[in-house]
């Protein structure tokens, strides 16, 4: 874990709530919504500051995709602020309509960093962005390439996600996929 992070999961009084949704970073919220390259696996960062269970993944989708769209979101295992090895494929989403896209999923996660992904087979879905600003790990707004990563891009075929997140993944320096999830217990 980031020593930033331990640093604030100290100080903090982070405490989640049980039915409440939580995005992947200390953000401004949804800065826009732009249109997603189909085939590309994406990756954002994920700190999870207790032992939770979740029970939703979810993503805010705010335009829908032709006939035929659909996307998959998951969960990748960290490896030195890389994603590493899948842990959850929540399924496929139909993505022709729109609105706050939820899937049931049944998830615990210790304390620690993680990968949230999204895969689409349509490059028409809009989806919410938003503007990283993760001031615990020191990124500034205007320096996103000398921070820590927060999020990884990878071509990948449509399809179940790949057990490893694909090699070679560029690094994203642009604002990340509003991915969330939702709390189901807190553990410790």
Not at 17 to 39: C, E, F, H, L, R
Not at 45 to 59: G, H, M, N, S
Not at 82 to 111: C, K, N
């Amino acid at each position: 874990m980031h020593p930033a992070l331990n640093l604030f999961l100290k100080l903090s009084p982070f405490n989640p709530q049980a039915g409440y949704y939580y995005i992947q970073s200390i953000s401004s919220g949804v800065g826009t919504w732009v249109d997603v390259p189909a085939n590309t696996l994406i990756a954002c960062y994920y700190p999870v500051y207790r032992k939770i269970r979740f029970d939703r993944i979810a993503i805010l989708q705010p335009g829908a995709g032709a006939a035929g769209a659909r996307f998959r979101l998951g969960v990748y295992s960290d490896d030195s602020f890389r994603p590493s090895s899948l842990i959850l494929d929540a399924g496929e989403v139909d993505a022709t309509t729109t609105g706050f896209r939820e899937v049931t999923i049944d998830l615990t996660l210790s304390r620690g960093e993680y990968w949230l992904v999204y895969l689409s087979n349509d490059s028409a879905i809009d989806i919410g962005f938003q503007d990283p600003h993760l001031g615990i790990l020191g990124v500034l707004p205007t320096e996103y390439g000398t921070g820590p990563v927060l999020q990884y891009r990878a071509t990948q075929t449509y399809g179940p996600l790949p057990a490893t997140f694909p090699a070679g993944g560029y690094t994203g320096d642009h604002p990340q996929l509003w991915l969330m999830l939702r709390v189901a217990a807190v553990l410790e």
